[in-house]
């Protein structure tokens, strides 16, 4: 009687113990379309202090050549797709 007594409490404890299986979920991204497609360039604050982009504009037919106006004065050209840049009017002053 007690060998039964203690053999059903023993399975009971086994089974109540085990842990339960984790749930998966997927992860929620922090940014997707809805996220920025209210948002569009514009000028923000006064032309003080360098590298600020004033303008910027993509050739029609070459997506990869883009043209690049600074706040400072600056005129700059990129041929692969803004990864690197060079100055068109350095000799040139501004106004």
């Known amino acids: 009687m ?4 203690f053999f059903s409490l023993f399975v009971s404890s086994i089974c109540i113990s085990q842990k339960n299986k984790p749930i998966v979920t997927k ?9 920025v497609s ?4 514009r000028l923000v604050g006064p032309a003080l ?3 600020r982009v004033v303008d910027l504009a993509i ?7 883009w043209y690049v106006a600074a706040a400072c004065g600056g005129v700059w050209q990129t041929n692969n797709h803004g990864i690197t840049f060079s100055p ?7 106004f």
């Not at 929620?28 to 379309?33: E, K, Q, R, T, Y």
């Open 49 to 51: 202090t360098s590298g």
């Open 27 to 35: 992860p929620v991204s922090l940014f997707d379309a809805s996220t």
């Open 38 to 41: 209210a948002l569009s360039f």
């Open 88 to 94: 068109i009017f350095d000799a040139n002053g501004s």
């Open 59 to 65: 050739h029609p037919t070459n997506n990869d050549q």
């Open 2 to 5: 007690y060998k039964i007594l």
